[in-house]
């Protein structure tokens, strides 16, 4: 029985097995029912940006976007990261209005599960999960080994903000 148990080999957990092993972790197992980035991950576009309305999502991007600049010298793998731009665009006043809609469940779980003592989740991105992963992944790790996420307070995304009342996020996309 491994010490660590990440659940899940999509970008997320892939990321969070690093984070750990990085932390000096030496007994990280991760459990893929399939293979390794053949869920929601295989699908992704991999576009990364800095364009968010809400602060929260723009810190996460900031510290992630460090992270892909020097993902081979981190990682020692390859890996074809470019800066090209990156635009939206709604050309109708619904399309607009739904840029802006905030929506609760655009922002992902990440942090303890409360009441169950070892068990964090860090799950339910939407189309931003890809450009967050290494952010996401260094945060929970710095719950689950320093008891809370240091480099950047991540209680806005705990899973108990929906009962707590915690501020509403702006949109997710604009
Ligand atoms: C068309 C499309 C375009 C996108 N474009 C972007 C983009 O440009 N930029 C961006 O940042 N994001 C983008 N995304 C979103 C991004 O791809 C996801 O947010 C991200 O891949 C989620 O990663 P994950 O690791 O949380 O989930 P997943 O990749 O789904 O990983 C979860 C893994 O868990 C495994 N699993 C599930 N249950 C079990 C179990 N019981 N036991 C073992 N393993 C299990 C699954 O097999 C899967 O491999 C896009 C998504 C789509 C679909």
Known sequence: MASTIVLGGGVVGAAVAFFLCDRGETDVLVLERDQLGAGTTKGGLGGIRHQFVDELDIRMSQLATAFWRNFED?????????????LFIANT?????????PMPLYHPIVGAVPGVAGLYIAAGFSGHGFIHAPATAQLVVEEMLDGRART?????LSLERFGAGRRPFKAAVL
């Open 74 to 86: 981190r990682t020692g793998s390859r890996h074809d990261f470019e800066e090209r731009g990156y």
């Open 93 to 101: 006043e619904v399309g607009v209005a739904e840029l802006r809609l």
């Open 152 to 156: 950047i307070d991540i209680g806005d």
